[in-house]
């Protein structure tokens, strides 16, 4: 049996991700740096996003 590997993740796997607070994660949503999908009241942070965040991160710091 293979595992899935999910195409967008909920705030708190995105928190566990980054090790960032919620506060902090959901500043970074209200600022555009990181992207998000909503369906009805809940919001999911598409995994390409993520990776795009990271990267940005990355070559700011190099």
């Given at each position: 049996?293979?595992t899935?590997?999910p195409?967008?993740l909920?705030v708190p796997?995105?928190?566990?991700a980054?090790r960032m607070?919620r ?6 949503i ?11 009241r ?6 390409e ?12 710091n190099a």
């Amino acid at each position: 049996m293979t595992t899935a590997i999910p195409e967008a993740l909920t705030v708190p796997e995105v928190m566990a991700a980054l090790r960032m607070s919620r506060s902090k994660v959901y500043d970074l949503i209200r600022s555009k740096k990181l992207g998000t999908i909503t369906e009805g009241r809940s919001r999911r942070i598409p995994v390409e996003c993520l990776a795009s965040y990271i990267r940005s991160k990355i070559e700011e710091n190099a």
